[in-house]
């Protein structure tokens, strides 16, 4: 499977964004997906997570009630809506899937896109 992810900016804190992770190759509807992100000088975090169906879902605290991840496996799309973003949630994005169907860990996720930048000014 192979990802492009695309969505990222420049906003300022307050406003919101929404990220979109085109997937190709047979397996995606099969696969749990998430989305991680990696500020400057920090580890890779993995901040929401959606299993292959849609019916389960994870959210780090720090964007819990904040950001909602969905997908459509039809299109084979994965979304990242982010709302209320802060000075923090400045980084790269990533979305990333694993061969499985839904994981809460990032290092058990086993193939990457290519980052989206968000930059949020306060």
């Known amino acids: 499977v192979q990802l492009q992810a695309s969505g990222g900016g420049l906003v300022h804190a307050g406003d919101s964004l929404r990220l979109s992770c085109a997937a190709s190759g047979r397996t995606f509807s099969s696969n749990g997906m998430g989305w991680l992100r990696q500020a400057t000088g920090k580890e890779r975090e993995l901040v929401a997570a959606i299993s292959w169906s849609g019916d389960r879902s994870y959210y780090a605290d720090s964007v819990k009630g904040r950001f909602t991840i969905s997908r459509d496996n039809a299109k084979k799309l994965v979304y990242l809506q982010m709302n209320n973003l802060q000075s923090d949630d400045t980084a790269d994005y990533y979305c990333?899937?694993?061969?499985?169907?839904?994981?809460?860990?990032?290092?058990?996720?086993?193939?990457w896109g290519l980052g989206t930048q968000v930059t949020v000014s306060s």
């Open positions: 990333a899937g694993v061969n499985g169907r839904y994981s809460e860990y990032g290092r058990e996720y086993d193939y």
